[in-house]
């Protein structure tokens, strides 16, 4: 097997907590360069995972260092022309969610990647959680998925992202509308919404109904003015029913005609490491694996659209 050889622009609070490590953990990936404006951290941030290469002009560091694949992580206003200078020079991209500030951006950088060849990835990471991995895999084996819920809440009514630039759901809340796409197996085929506003200026609730092609349905529930943080799943089969709260001592109940089978988020994924439960180790294992093999990511920029097409459908069918 060959080494991928990556480099990476940012060097903020998610990309030192959850995805040089999990890079720095791969044999087959070397890390030839990093690129931030602030010095400190650009510097500490490569002491520590050893990266000798240092830059502050990411297209500098791409010319000097000539890599396979760039991660950009940087905020969504910031990535468009990052994302589209290293597409044209033929480098495969990973990003963060969400993949740009409009569904324009979205598409314009999946066409940029379809034209010079790229391997893409946009971090849904929620995918890539080993305890919902394991859990759908099990659920999947009585039948396919005919009902679902994709949960998210939190206690920042009026949140605002970014000064903001962009919404509560194409930016935070997207998560839970990525994962409920993937839950429900299909394309999707009508939605109706309901949207709201609590103890806030802004839009802070958004509930959606969705009918997939594979003839299941889905259930968004977000709100970001109630208790706390709360992000937890159901999936549904043919005589099985499965709970799943995946954060840090959360678990699933699977319940069966047999009875109850209960998985905690550690067990699933062998590890107490966050950035390994929560699915940025898995989700990173799997890019450089889809450029190995010569295969687009499943949460490719192509794939990326669909999910910023139902945040658009949200919006548009409220009721």
């Known amino acids: 097997m060959n080494s991928v050889n990556i480099a990476l622009i940012g060097a903020g609070g998610m990309a030192n907590g959850v995805h040089y490590p999990s890079l720095s953990e791969f044999e087959d990936v070397n890390l030839v360069g990093i690129c931030d404006l602030e010095e400190s951290k650009l510097h500490d941030t490569a002491e520590r995972f050893k990266i000798d290469k240092t830059f502050s002009d990411y297209r500098e560091m791409l010319e000097k260092t000539g890599p396979d694949a760039v991660y950009i992580l940087m905020p969504p206003q ?63 084996e009585h039948g396919p998925i005919i009902q679902c819920m994709s949960t998210f809440h939190k206690n920042t009514p009026n949140a605002l992202y970014y000064d903001g630039v962009i919404d509560v759901l194409t930016c935070d809340a997207v998560h839970a509308v990525d994962a409920l796409r993937w839950l429900g197996g299909g394309e ?34 977000t709100n970001w003015a109630v208790g706390g943080r709360i992000h937890i799943f159901e999936m549904h089969a043919s005589g099985v029913s499965a709970y799943i709260n995946p954060d840090a001592g959360g678990s699933a109940k699977i319940y069966t005609s047999n009875g109850i089978t209960e998985i905690t988020t550690e067990e699933a994924a062998d590890s107490d490491q966050n950035y390994k439960y929560y699915g940025f180790y898995g989700e990173s294992r799997h890019f450089v694996d889809s450029i190995q093999s010569n295969q687009q990511p499943i949460t490719s920029f192509n794939d990326a659209i669909k999910t910023m097409e139902l945040v658009e459908a949200i919006y548009k069918y409220r009721i």
């Open 188 to 221: 999707v085929q009508a939605v109706a919404s309901h949207i709201n506003s609590f103890n806030s200026e802004r839009e802070n609730s958004f509930n959606a109904i969705v009918k997939f092609s594979s003839g299941a349905s889905g259930y968004l529930c």
């Open 78 to 140: 910031h990535l468009f022309p990052l994302v589209m200078h290293s597409l044209s020079q033929q480098l495969h991209v990973f990003i963060e969610k969400p993949p740009g500030i409009t569904l324009h951006q979205t598409r314009e950088m999946a066409l940029a990647a379809e034209k010079n060849g790229c391997k893409t990835m946009v971090g849904f990471n929620r995918r890539f959680i080993p305890l919902l991995q394991k859990v759908k895999g099990i659920v999947e």
